[in-house]
Every structure is written in structure tokens, then in C-alpha cells.
């Protein structure tokens, strides 16, 4: 902040959304001033968005992981899903189907 450099925060959310942690955020960003904000979800989007000069409702980061990590191959008929936290959209597929949950994050399931 002393040497005037532009902060951006990306890919801002958190695990809950308690009372505290949100005061405990907002103070922080009134004191930061960070430029620009963009957030990984649209709770922490409506509870930071007016605190920063810039906000945008993003996406988690993590989508973008395969840009900078080879991820291990698949075979071609499967689809990897991760359902962070909510409950499982009805999906119609007609490849076999591999949901990877929040929690398995040690590597693939075995089933």
C-alpha cells in the first residue's frame, strides 16, 4: 500500500460465511483498498463486491488448473464432475460417469 501498487484479489471465497469471518473480511478490505476483486463464488461476490473498486462474480480458479497441471488421463468415455459442497445436479450422460467429491482430494476414488 505504501509503494501505491494496485492489488488484485482472485479467486476470493471461503469454506463458510460466518458473521465474524465476513466483518473480519470486510475490515480487512476497507484497509487493503484492493483495486480489483473478482470471487469464486456468488455468495463472497454479494457480501465483498462494494468494498473494491472492481468486482466481478468469477469462477473458482481450480478450472483452470489443467492450463498449468498435465492432470492424469482418463479414458476417453469418462466425465470428471466435482460437486463442491452442493447437492448433485441430475445429469444425463451416456459415457460412464466418475463424480469426484470436495472431500477425495488425495487422488481419484475407487469406484
Known sequence: MKDKIDILLIG??????TRAEVDAVRK??????????????LIA???YK???????????????VSDVFKLPKLQPDHVLLN???INEPKIDFQETLLVRTHNLTKGFPKH
Open 12 to 17: 476470493i471465497g471461503s469454506k463458510s460465511y
Open 28 to 41: 480487512f478490505l476497507i484497509k487493503l483498498r484492493p483495486r480489483l476483486l473478482v470471487t469464486r463464488d
Open 45 to 47: 461476490f454479494s457480501l
Open 50 to 64: 462494494d468494498f473494491v473498486e472492481h468486482s466481478f462474480n468469477g469462477i473458482d480458479p481450480a478450472f483452470y
Open 83 to 85: 460437486f463442491d459442497h
